[in-house]
């Protein structure tokens, strides 16, 4: 059994805005990262992800962009955490990897998918599997809200 999922969500924005929402730190800081965003996801750079909820800035290297198409990162797993109502265990010793892809839409919506793969097969394992599964599809949920309508969803809702 390997441990994988994929999310998937319909934003209403031609795909090069879409893509600039995630890939510029700035725009990620909006929505997503609630403690901040620093350095763009750009091929070869190791960038910073901080979130109120998992406090501690996360290190993500940037392993593969296709401009406005696709984003390939790679971060440490952290086991533990929501899914299994303990805190998250930080550095498991091994990363996990991250597929985002943009795909134009013919009604000028764009596709974002977010695959994310790599989690050793044990019970922590699945529980952080489940964790970010989660985290990802809210992080869909606040970039529909944010780029189509202005609301920052995580607004308050982790402290």
């Known amino acids: 059994m390997e441990l994988k999922f994929k999310v998937s969500a319909h934003i209403a ?18 929505y997503f990262t609630t403690g901040g965003a620093k350095g763009r996801l750009e091929l070869g750079a190791t960038v910073t992800w901080d979130f109120h909820d998992f406090p501690g800035a996360f290190p993500v290297d940037v392993i593969e962009v296709e401009q406005d198409r696709r984003i390939v990162l790679r971060w440490e797993a952290n086991e533990g955490g929501p899914a299994d109502g303990d805190a998250v265990t930080a550095g ?34 699945l529980a952080a ?31």
């Open 13 to 30: 924005r031609p795909v090069h805005d879409v893509f600039e929402a995630v890939a510029n730190p700035q725009n990620l800081s909006q």
């Open 129 to 159: 599997s489940y964790g970010n599964c989660q985290g990802w599809a809210q992080m869909l949920c606040a970039l529909k809200a944010w780029i189509e309508y202005g609301i920052n969803l995580r607004e308050g809702m982790y402290r």
């Open 92 to 125: 498991a010793g091994y990363k996990t990897q991250v597929t985002m892809t943009f795909a134009p839409l013919e009604d000028g919506r764009t596709l974002v998918t977010i695959a994310e793969e790599g989690w050793r097969e044990s019970p922590t394992g």
